[in-house]
């Protein structure tokens, strides 16, 4: 009954320094997304995978790159930290096959950059 | 494209009071529309959801929403605020057709005053 898992849950980066942000759903569903939450923005979509081998930009892309491993496993990669992405990073995943299903989401990693 | 604008960014309640919280959605096409709710320091669960099937839409813990068209609002409300009930919460809003993402308010904060 894992659900959608994120892996670490906190981190504190310095300026300048790379990290992956793990993500895995063991639900076998197809879309999966990486979203950023800052206070009074909600969330903001950075990437999202429609199904495993594409990606896509979302509205908030620069900064980051993303990798779709396989089917149940999309990682998160900042290449050169900024204080500007000191945020809460979510993980969801879903299935939208046309009996719908809701978006499931992580617990977050909660991600300092200094 | 498609997006919701929630009204308020804080709304306090006093226990056992109404909760309203507002939704307004823009799409060009029908919509898929959920409620989330997130306590702190936790993830995103799926409060309810409305895929045409019925405009008045319950979900869990008491909360339901209306569908109107009309008005393109998706409002959320309980009738009896409980001070578990709270936390902040995001009305999201997808296409109808396709494998498209969702798409987040800036968040409501809900508090409850005893």
């Known amino acids: 009954n894992a659900g959608v898992t994120q892996t670490p849950k906190f981190q504190v980066l310095k300026t300048g320094q790379s990290m992956t942000l793990q993500c895995a759903q063991d639900m076998n569903h197809n879309s999966m997304y990486w979203y950023r939450q800052d206070p009074g923005m909600g969330l903001r979509l950075i990437y999202y995978s429609a199904s495993e081998g594409t990606t896509d930009k979302g509205e908030v892309p620069n900064g980051y790159n993303v990798s779709r491993l396989n089917k149940r496993e999309f990682s998160l990669r900042l290449e050169s930290a900024a204080p500007s992405q000191t945020s809460v990073y979510f993980c969801?995943?879903?299935?939208?096959?046309?009996?719908?299903?809701?978006?499931?989401f992580g617990q977050g990693t909660r991600l300092t950059v200094v | 494209a498609q997006s919701v604008t929630q009204l308020g960014s804080h709304v306090s309640v006093s226990e056992g009071a109404l909760v309203l919280l507002r939704c307004n959605y823009s799409?060009?096409?029908?919509?898929?529309l959920f409620w989330y709710v997130q306590y702190p320091n936790q993830g995103l669960q799926l409060l309810l959801k409305?895929?045409?099937?019925?405009?008045l839409v319950k979900g869990i813990n008491g909360f339901e929403a209306e569908f109107k068209k009309s008005e393109t609002s998706f409002h959320l409300t309980k009738p009896s605020a409980h001070m578990s009930d709270a936390a902040e919460y995001f009305c999201a809003v997808r296409r109808y057709f396709g494998n498209e993402k969702l798409t987040f308010g800036t968040g409501t904060r809900l508090t409850i005053i005893p």
């Open positions: 799409s060009s096409v029908p919509p898929y």
């Open positions: 969801a995943s879903s299935d939208f096959d046309g009996t719908l299903t809701e978006a499931f």
């Open positions: 409305y895929t045409s099937a019925a405009t």
